[in-house]
C-alpha cells in the first residue's frame, strides 16, 4: 500500500451513493484508514486529513467486467466492419505487437478509465505481464486474463496454457494485479484447451474469463462443427462453473440462460461494442438476471466501443433493453448502476471488498461534481439517475483506489497525461503504418 493510502481522511458532508443492501442515498461523510471505509453516514470522528466533499456526490468505483485495454492504440483502425472483418484487420496487427506497445496501450486506456471513473476491469488479452506494469503505474485494480487458444492457431510464443500459468506464477499476490487464465472462445479453443484452462484455474485458485455466444455465426458454426450450442457443448464436456465470468452472452436460448444460472457463471454485458459490431442480437440481460445469473457491465476494447466510458455503457445498456422488450421499465437506473458497482464486483467473486460504500469495504470511490450541468437538478432523489442516464466524465473531479488519490482535480496523480498519451501516440503510428501495408 502506498504512503498516500496509508494516511486516515474524512470526506465530509457529501452525497454518498452507498450502493449497500438498502441502496441508501445520504448526506453524510466517509471515514478511511488503511484502504479501506471506517465509517458511512453523519458524524464521523476527526482523523488525519479533512476533505470538504459537500459539492460532490461520493460513488463506488465502477467495476468493468470485459476489456481488452491494451487495444486502446488501435481505436478507429477497424471501424464499420462486422465481427469477422473486425478481427480480420486486429489479427494482422497483432502479430507485430510488442511489450513496449501493449504497455503504452493499457496505460492510454487505464488513463481513459481512471479519469471516467473506473476502478476495478477484467481484461483478456496476450502479453498480460505489460498491461500488469500499466496498472501497476497509474494505481487502478486489474483483474488480468492471459488469453489461451490452441497451440496450433496462436501467434504467442510458446505454448498458451504454459506461459497462463507462468503470468500467474509471476504476478499472484501482488497488490492491485489479479491474474487468472481467459480461453479466447470456442471457435479457438477444442475441448482439450478449455479443460486445460479450467484444470488451470482450479490449480492456482484463479478466475477464468472467455468469450461466449457473440454473433450467431459464432454459435451456428461450433452446433454445425459439434451438434451442441457453445454453453451447451461446455456444460457437456465438464467446463461450466463458478468462478468464470463470460462475456457478450448474446445468443443464449431459455436452457442456455437457465444452465448458466444452475453453474454459477457470470455475464459480462457489452453492450455499446455488441451493437457497433452488428451482431445482430440483443443479449437477454433482464432474463439473465430473473435466472439468477450474476451480470455485471463491460466496454470491451476501445477497437470495437471506442469508448471505455461505464457512464456510457450504463446509458446504452439502459436504453437498448427498453426499445428491445417495449417495455420503459425495463433495467431501470438504479439496475445500471448495480450492474457497473456492485454486480460487477459480484461478477468478480469480490463483493465484499468491493462495489459499495460500507465498513470495512476497499475505499475504492469517485467524487462527482454537483455543480456539473449534467447533474443538474443536484437532488439525493435523481442522483441514481444522473449517473445511469446522463452524467459526463468530465463530471469526475477524483478518484481513489485503496483510499489513495489516482484522480485529483481531473489530473492523474501517479504520471502525467502528456507523458501516457506521448508515448501512445509514438506506438500507435508504428501498429497504424503495419495495418495498412
Not at 101 to 127: H, Q
Not at 203 to 224: F, I, P, Q, W
Not at 306 to 319: F, Q
Not at 336 to 352: K, M, P
Amino acid at each position: 500500500m502506498s504512503a498516500t493510502a496509508a494516511l486516515p481522511k474524512v470526506f465530509r458532508n457529501a452525497l454518498l451513493v452507498t450502493q449497500d443492501p438498502q441502496r441508501r442515498v445520504l448526506r453524510g461523510d466517509l471515514a478511511v484508514e488503511g484502504g479501506r471505509i471506517t465509517h458511512v453516514g453523519p458524524g464521523a470522528p476527526a482523523v488525519g486529513e479533512e476533505v470538504d466533499a459537500s459539492g460532490f456526490a461520493i460513488v463506488p468505483g465502477f467495476v468493468n467486467t470485459h476489456n481488452h485495454v491494451a487495444m486502446t492504440l488501435l481505436r478507429g483502425l477497424a471501424d464499420d466492419r462486422d465481427l469477422g472483418g473486425f478481427l480480420e484487420v486486429l489479427f494482422a496487427v497483432d502479430a507485430k505487437r510488442t511489450d513496449s506497445d501493449l504497455e503504452a496501450g493499457a496505460a492510454a486506456g487505464i488513463a481513459e478509465m481512471l479519469l471516467s471513473g473506473t476502478t476495478t476491469f477484467l481484461d483478456l488479452y496476450y502479453g498480460a505481464d505489460a498491461i500488469a506494469r500499466a496498472v501497476e503505474r497509474l494505481g487502478i485494480r486489474g483483474y488480468l486474463g492471459w488469453a489461451v487458444l490452441d497451440p496450433e492457431l496462436t501467434t504467442q510464443k510458446g505454448r498458451p496454457l504454459d506461459n497462463a500459468r507462468g503470468f500467474i506464477d509471476r504476478w499472484r499476490g501482488h497488490e492491485r494485479v489479479v491474474p487468472l487464465v481467459a480461453p479466447q472462445g470456442v471457435y479457438v479453443c477444442n475441448a482439450e484447451t478449455w479443460l486445460g484452462a479450467r484444470d488451470l484455474a482450479h490449480e492456482k485458485g484463479t478466475l477464468v474469463h472467455y468469450h461466449l455466444s457473440e454473433t450467431r455465426r459464432e454459435v451456428h458454426e461450433h452446433e454445425a462443427k459439434t451438434g451442441r450450442r457453445p454453453p451447451l457443448w461446455l456444460d457437456e464436456i465438464g467446463f461450466l462453473g463458478p468462478g468464470q465470468v463470460a462475456a457478450h452472452g448474446v445468443w443464449l436460448t431459455r436452457r442456455e440462460v437457465e444452465t448458466l444460472a444452475n453453474k454459477g457463471v457470470a455475464v459480462a454485458h457489452c453492450p455499446s461494442s455488441n451493437l457497433k459490431l452488428a451482431t445482430g442480437g440483443v443479449a437477454p440481460v433482464v432474463d439473465l438476471r430473473a435466472a439468477g445469473v450474476v451480470v455485471g457491465l463491460g466496454t470491451d476494447s476501445v477497437a470495437s466501443n471506442n469508448s471505455l466510458s461505464m457512464l456510457r455503457e450504463m446509458h446504452v445498456a439502459g436504453l437498448l433493453q427498453k426499445h428491445h422488450r417495449w417495455d420503459a421499465g425495463a433495467l431501470p437506473a438504479q439496475a445500471l448502476l448495480d450492474l457497473a458497482t456492485i454486480d460487477g464486483a459480484r461478477a468478480l467473486g469480490v463483493a465484499d471488498r468491493l462495489g459499495s460504500l460500507e465498513v470495512g469495504k476497499r475505499a475504492d470511490l469517485s467524487m462527482f461534481r454537483l455543480d456539473h450541468p449534467t447533474l443538474l437538478p443536484a437532488r439525493p432523489e435523481a442522483i441514481v439517475s444522473h449517473l445511469a442516464y446522463s452524467a459526463s466524465e468530465e463530471a469526475v473531479d477524483a478518484v481513489y483506489v485503496d483510499g489513495e488519490a489516482v484522480v485529483r482535480h481531473r489530473a492523474l496523480v501517479r504520471e502525467p497525461w502528456a507523458k501516457i498519451s506521448g508515448e501512445a501516440e509514438a506506438a500507435a503510428a508504428t501498429l497504424w503504418a503495419a495495418a495498412r501495408r
